[in-house]
């Protein structure tokens, strides 16, 4: 199968159930964020920047159980913010897989492995001694960690920790491959994390999958190259869609980096060509996203938008009427379907109904109005999707991971062209061109982590910047 059976058997057994009810509207994965603190500045997301004033803010444990138990999603998609942040999210996960959820961990991965030793310390046992060997043998794990999960003291081995489930995922965001993923999250080394914590789950026996989000200046072909790659790792499957332009982000893009969205994210016209393979890729790879979904990013059919399918809960409250457009903020699930006219948003027979929607195909909004077609052909593609064979894993090569690692790892890092300006010796080539360079600049973050690019402290690149300036080797605008 290409999907576990029991998860598959559980989301269709509870859209059978509403179905015969006829219930008109009912939910299907929550989007739950607990908080919208981020240790990442990604170029393209808007959540720090919408919610500024609630950066510190989280909600309380005891009220996101509540939420999920209000709209009974079957799945919930744990993100924010950062959500390995969260000071409760092991007995978050805990409380959900206690009331039968699927359970995503959205995560840029870059505090998996901490969360993953954890578990280790908290369970180790001679049996796990070979694991914890090969981790060390991988790099994955430090001489020095390995005998701390040995040597764990009771404090340590009493911690509620995420362990290993077929009833939740890692959901890691890969966003291309080292140089384009780097780029976007706005740090350098991201991506070589993200692989360190996906082999280190894979080995534990997690369950992995990622996230990727399509942007205009995206390269279809390294797309390709990375689902070949994140195969060769066993990872259990992928979500993918289109960069849309939604108005926190734009704020964010036009404010903070002086960059017009325009350039950055995709119209309709362009998804469509950028997702032109994606029924090839959902046969070689294990897309997750229905077929029906699938033609649709490929501009072979139209759908209506479902966003109340996937509802959001933050902070705030019930944010309507989606995921990435905010008019309000509701105290309940069901006072948001009842008093938000859906009738009002989303793309019927190609016209936006508002005009935010016009490029929309995000995957919050339309892949649940694949899954929800009432359509006999639709519900058979589906059923035939879900349970037939998984594909292959790509056949690891050295040559694959030479394409993977493409950015900082072979000096093609942010920082490489100002190494380059000071050191000429070591060779180095810019991630940026001139230009790029010049601009590229970061707003405070809330928790500035040693100077690397997107923390929101640029004292490294600052003082980089102020040696090439010294040498007379560039001119920039700080100047």
């Not at 929550?30 to 919610?51: A, D, K, M, S, V």
């Not at 070591?426 to 600049?441: I, L, M, P, Q, Y």
Request: net charge positive.
């Amino acid at each position: 199968m290409r999907f576990p059976l029991a998860l598959t058997v559980k989301i269709a057994r509870h859209i059978v159930k509403h179905k015969l009810a006829k219930t008109p509207k009912f939910a299907m994965v929550l989007q739950l964020e607990p908080l919208h603190t981020c240790n990442l500045t990604c170029t393209g997301c808007g959540r720090i920047r919408e919610y500024s004033t609630n950066l510190k803010d989280m909600v309380p444990l005891e009220q996101c159980l509540a939420a999920a138990q209000d709209c009974d999603a079957p799945m919930v998609s744990v993100c924010g913010g950062e959500p390995l942040i969260y000071p409760k999210i092991e007995e978050l996960v805990a409380g959900l897989r206690a009331q039968g959820r699927i359970i995503y961990i959205c995560t840029n991965g870059v505090f998996m492995r901490k969360k993953m030793r954890d578990y280790m310390a908290a369970n180790f046992s001679p049996a796990m001694e070979p694991q914890l060997q090969k981790l060390v043998a991988e790099n994955l794990v430090t001489e020095k960690e390995s005998n701390q999960i040995r040597n764990a003291d009771e404090a340590a081995r009493k911690k509620v920790t995420i362990s290993p489930s077929k009833w939740h995922y890692w959901n890691v965001h890969v966003d291309g491959l080292e140089h384009t993923h780097d780029l976007i999250v706005e740090r350098e080394g991201v991506f070589k994390e993200c692989v360190a914590a996906i082999k280190m789950a894979k080995i534990l026996g997690y369950q992995c999958a990622t996230n990727t989000t399509v942007y205009r200046e995206t390269d279809v072909q390294e797309i390709e190259d990375m689902f070949k790659y994140l195969s060769s790792l066993d990872v259990d499957g992928h979500t993918i869609s289109p960069g849309y332009d939604y108005d926190a982000a734009k704020k964010d893009m036009v404010k903070r980096l002086g960059r017009d969205p325009k350039e950055f994210f995709l119209t309709r016209d362009m998804t469509r060509a950028k997702f032109a393979k994606i029924e090839q890729w959902g046969k070689a790879f294990t897309i997750f996203g229905t077929p029906v979904y699938q033609e649709f990013l490929a501009g072979k059919r139209e759908l209506t938008c479902t966003a109340w399918a996937i509802p959001t809960y933050n902070v705030k409250g019930w944010k309507a009427p989606c995921y990435l457009m905010t008019d309000g903020h509701y105290p309940t699930y069901g006072e948001m379907l009842g008093k938000v006219n859906w009738e009002k948003y989303g793309v019927v027979n190609g016209v936006a109904r508002d005009p935010r929607c016009e490029h929309c195909m995000v995957h919050c909004g339309y892949d649940p109005s694949g899954a929800l077609s009432n359509k006999p052909r639709d519900t058979w593609i589906n059923m035939r999707y879900n349970f037939g064979a998984k594909p292959k894993a790509y056949p690891a090569s050295i040559e694959l991971e030479k394409r993977a690692f493409n950015g900082v790892t072979i000096g093609k890092g942010h920082l490489a062209q100002a190494k380059a300006a000071i050191n000429p010796a070591a060779n180095a080539r810019g991630a940026f061109s001139r230009k790029e360079v010049e601009d590229h600049t970061h707003a405070p973050a809330p928790a500035a982590t040693g100077g690397a690019c997107g923390t929101g402290d640029t004292s490294q690149r600052d003082d980089l910047l102020a040696k090439i300036k010294a040498n007379g080797t560039v001119t920039t605008k700080a100047e």
